[in-house]
């Protein structure tokens, strides 16, 4: 009976060690608290009134177009688009009847250029070294509202029917529209750095396609088909791939390692998306499949620190990108310098990043 003390002692000491373990493997998982949903404003309504409103556009915060720059090339065929920026690195579908011909240059210079009907109709850009002249990226807010006049509407007449977009205060602190010539200019303001993070530029039927305000119309809505039968798979690859991409570039742009892509976790992420719509349950706990931890173990994804993003009813992969970004947690996780790997799921606007630390060798 000597050795009974020594081995209960041992004992003890295992079952505080799994304790402890069990401690840290529950705290060592991050989430975006805060509900990031529905950036897309409720159904546009109709409102007669804007007939004798939107005649013509003077009262529009407006710029004049820039004559060199990425802005340029709106309007173009894309003879010169390929002439200034060469081949794509690919070509993903859009949801808004363009595709996105993608130039990944390098984590400074990394731009999204939406073609229809052989034409550039709209383009997203992000990196210090993107050309978006007269502004720059990383520029400090200040000066971007000491030459840009913000206001709270945006009219305009397309096709015979009369819009106005109505900015909230938030809007046009962080997502503020201009109209620059006969195009319009969505600038996303790091709200944390209060610097200028990224930029899109937009035709009118493009705006309009991605309402991405409260809308007021009369006449014939220009008509949006999201996710249409048949190219939903596509379109949510091709969100999860920039999704990955502008990660990077945000976490570069912090001084932070980029993340490699792990299809294990992408495929934890995108049964989470599915389960979110299909459950119409918004929420990093699943009814069916529990919690990170349970669905990372059930995908058999071995980690030291998990982390989750989630959010719904973004337009698109820049727009839910920046909205991360802009809100604390979300941010936190996004550029938390642990992680080594991600993996993306996408799937009818409903977004998921999932975040690890690779076990490594001590």
């Known amino acids: 009976m000597r050795g009974g003390k020594p081995l209960r002692a041992l004992i003890r000491i295992l079952v505080l060690i799994a304790a402890v373990l069990a401690v840290v493997f529950y705290l060592n ?7 990031l949903v529905n950036e897309h404003p409720d159904t546009p309504q109709e409102d007669k009134t804007l007939v004798e409103e939107t005649k013509d556009e003077t009262d529009n915060p407006q710029i004049e177009a820039p004559t060199t720059g990425l802005a340029t ?3 173009k065929e894309i003879s010169l688009l390929e002439e200034r920026l060469g081949k794509p690195s690919r070509v993903d579908e859009s949801a808004y009847g363009y595709e996105w011909w993608i130039y990944k240059k390098s984590f400074q210079e990394y731009i999204q250029v939406g073609v229809r009907n052989e034409k550039v109709v709209t383009l997203y850009a992000i990196g210090n070294d993107v050309d978006i002249t007269p502004f720059k990226l990383g520029q400090p807010v200040e000066e971007i509202y000491a030459s840009v006049p913000i206001g709270p509407y945006i009219s305009l007449m397309y096709d015979g029917s009369s819009y106005r977009f109505e900015l909230t205060e938030n809007d046009m602190n962080t997502r503020p529209l201009v109209q620059m010539g006969d195009f319009y200019a969505q600038f996303y303001i790091d709200k944390f750095d209060g610097t200028l993070s990224s930029v899109r530029f937009m035709d009118a039927e493009t705006l309009i396609k991605l309402q991405p305000y409260e809308l007021a119309y ?3 809505l220009v008509e949006v088909k999201p996710w249409e039968k048949g190219s939903e ?3 949510a690859n091709g969100n999860a791939e920039q999704i990955f991409d502008i990660s990077n570039v945000m976490r570069v742009r912090h001084q932070l390692n980029p993340l490699e892509k792990d299809e294990m976790v992408a495929e ?14 918004f929420s990093h706990t699943s009814k069916t499949s529990g919690e990170l931890s349970d669905r990372l173990e059930a995908g058999e994804v071995f980690y030291q620190l998990a982390g989750e993003n989630i959010a719904a009813n973004y337009a698109d992969a820049p727009a839910v990108m920046e909205g991360w970004l802009n809100s604390k947690g979300h941010r936190e996780t996004l550029l938390n310098g642990e992680f080594t790997h991600i993996g993306v799921g996408v799937y009818n606007l409903h977004y998921t990043q999932n975040f690890i630390q690779k076990w490594t060798e001590k």
């Open 29 to 35: 998982l991050s989430f975006g608290e805060e509900i």
């Open 218 to 220: 009369v006449g014939e």
């Open 268 to 281: 934890v992420a995108l049964a989470h998306s599915i389960d979110m719509y299909e459950s119409d349950d």
């Open 73 to 75: 090339l709106i309007g």
């Open 233 to 235: 798979t596509e379109i």
